[in-house]
């Protein structure tokens, strides 16, 4: 099985899709990316992309902040997707990876004046953070403030703060980090939002705290109001809240639904994977897979029957 990209508006396999070392966004992280998944039915040998249509408009809203002109419309790149899962043929859990980027061959710190472009492509990729429950830790690195530098945009330069934050945490012994905005409160992980249960209902940082406005986290919100009658309360939430709260987890395209066993060495709970934490995975493990009927509207088939 070959992996394949769509670029310079051409399907080639991977291994040819190259860009020259003077390329804009290679400088100066003058890209948006995504980060979308295909999700595996065994029973229906069939890949569901998860949400296609929240992640598109999150990164031609990337491209808004960036300058960057993508010239596709949300359709195209839905069809342009679908195609790309088609020719790869992949029957097992996929990763898509979307980049708009300042493609222009040319020096200076800028947004304007540069040519855009935009590709994807397709790998293989199972689990992301590798192990059934996290042992996080607090960062010393900060999440930057909105006038600093976007964190609602997956824009490639502000991830060398959330790779600094998570080499850190694996340096110190955890499996991920979890940020602080600049005047201390809870903000997400490294890649994945995070969401405590308190009083039995579901908390979580709101998007005035830094955050990325993850789709995971829409979709764990909806989930839980919809299928456990739990409620999301969106607000500032304080570090040691989370050494106190009855479970926590992590939420990502790439994560899934991640419990937390620890923070800063103190045990959430007893340690173990959460009542409702658990009920949650079990629901959203069957929506991405397109097992629920009532959530086919967020699980696009890539292979024609
Ligand atoms: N926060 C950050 C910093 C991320 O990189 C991600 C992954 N995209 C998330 C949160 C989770 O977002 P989503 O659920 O849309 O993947």
């Known amino acids: 099985m070959t992996s394949y990209a769509y670029f310079h508006k051409q ?19 003058t890209a948006v990316f995504e980060g979308i998944r295909g999700n595996w039915n065994s029973e229906q040998k069939q890949i569901y992309l998860f949400r296609l249509k929240e992640h598109y408009e999150r990164l031609h809203n990337g491209c808004r902040i960036l300058k960057i002109d993508l010239p596709y419309t949300i359709d195209e790149l839905y069809q342009i997707t679908i195609e790309l899962v088609e020719r790869c043929g992949f029957q097992e859990n996929i990763y898509v990876r979307p980049l708009a980027y300042k493609s222009s061959e040319s020096l200076g710190v800028r947004l304007h004046d540069l040519d855009s472009d935009f590709l994807v492509f397709i790998i293989p990729w199972g ?12 960062s010393s690195w900060r999440r930057p403030d909105d006038n600093v530098i976007p964190p609602q945009a997956k824009i490639t330069g502000l991830y060398a703060n959330n790779a600094l934050a998570k080499t850190e945490a694996i340096e110190h012994g955890f499996d991920e980090a979890i940020m602080l905005t600049p005047d201390g409160h809870v903000s997400e992980g490294s890649g994945e939002n995070i969401f405590l249960v308190i009083d039995s209902k579901l908390v979580t940082p709101a998007s005035y705290n830094n955050i990325l406005m993850g789709i995971t986290r829409n979709t764990v919100m909806e989930l839980a109001q919809n299928e456990l009658g739990i409620e999301t309360i969106e607000r500032l939430v304080d570090r040691s809240e989370l050494y106190m709260a009855e479970e926590c987890f992590l939420t990502g395209t790439a994560a899934h639904i991640t419990p937390i066993a620890e923070v800063d060495h103190r045990k959430i709970g007893n340690g173990e994977i959460g009542e409702i934490t658990k009920k949650l995975q079990k629901i959203y493990s069957d929506v991405i897979r397109g097992k629920n009927p009532k959530y086919l509207d967020w699980c696009t088939p890539a292979y024609k029957k």
């Open 11 to 29: 399907f080639v396999p991977l291994s040819e899709a190259r860009i020259g070392v003077m390329t804009h966004c290679l400088h100066y992280g």
């Open 127 to 138: 689990p992301y953070l590798d192990v059934d429950k996290a042992k996080c830790g607090i």
